[in-house]
């Protein structure tokens, strides 16, 4: 990954062909010393997930991709050619999405291709097919460097960011609202005009600013709540499409 010095479809749940109306297998976590009763919930939960099983047998590095194909088979955003700029991109499965979707390795072939930016504070594993920098994207001349990484505008911005909690959730609602308007202006910089962003909130009545300050700058706004967030989750994904410069 390249560091730059300063200036994240279908359900994967079958019916049964046979017939006799067999269950899947739970997996059970016993408790630990050391471990709180949270923790092993948790832990419980991600190893009976059935996304996370697909995201495993799949070669994706986590359930998170679905989220974005889901997205993605409504709204139609990462097609063949697409100039994707990924916001908080690790682990890297929304990129490993987009590479597929965007035509990325479709170079030589006579296919339009695609092109594929992630950037993380963080340092992240190789994605073939994505051009992965170590940046954060609130610097003051983060934008500027985007484009010349691009070579010109980006159709799609996407973030799948959220702050580190708080455990207060009044806290941790205002905090993810902040860093998503943060990146709505940083993709009102980039984005060429008509395209696409999507990113991540959570439902808790402080995302109204955000809503007016998306429908002042696209033409079309649409909340959304993807069959692979856990349905306990108040997490959402706002999708706005049609960008106005």
């Not at 033409?219 to 306990?232: E, H, L, T």
Request: hydrophobic content about 35%; some cysteine; glycine content about 10%.
């Amino acid at each position: 990954m390249t560091k730059i010095p300063s200036g994240k479809s279908k359900t994967p749940t079958g019916k049964n062909n046979s017939g006799r109306g067999q269950r899947d297998l739970k997996v059970k976590v016993k408790s630990a010393r050391g471990r709180k009763l949270s923790s092993t919930r948790w832990l419980q939960r991600q190893l009976n997930d059935p996304y996370v099983k697909r995201a495993i047998a799949e070669g994706y590095r986590g359930r998170a991709a679905y989220k974005i194909m889901e997205l993605d088979d409504k709204f139609r955003f990462l097609v063949p050619g697409a100039r994707i700029v990924d916001l908080g991109a690790a682990p890297g499965g929304w990129c490993q999405v987009a590479v597929k979707r965007c035509n990325v390795l479709a170079e030589r072939s006579g296919k339009t291709v695609g092109t594929i930016l992630g950037i993380d504070l963080q340092e992240m594993e190789p994605i073939t097919g994505c051009d992965l920098y170590q940046l954060d994207f609130m610097d003051e001349d983060a934008d500027e460097q985007v484009k010349q990484l691009l070579r010109g505008k980006a159709d799609v911005v996407m973030s799948d960011m959220a702050a580190s909690s708080s455990g207060h959730k009044q806290t941790d609602h205002l905090r993810i609202i902040s860093l998503c308007e943060a990146a709505a202006y940083f993709a009102f910089d980039v984005l060429d005009e008509g395209g696409t962003f999507v990113a991540k909130v959570l439902a808790g009545g402080a995302e109204g600013s955000l809503q007016k300050l998306l429908k002042k700058k696209f033409k079309k706004v649409d909340n959304v709540k993807p069959p692979a967030s856990r349905s306990d989750s108040s997490e959402k994904f706002v999708v706005a499409t049609g960008f106005k410069l």
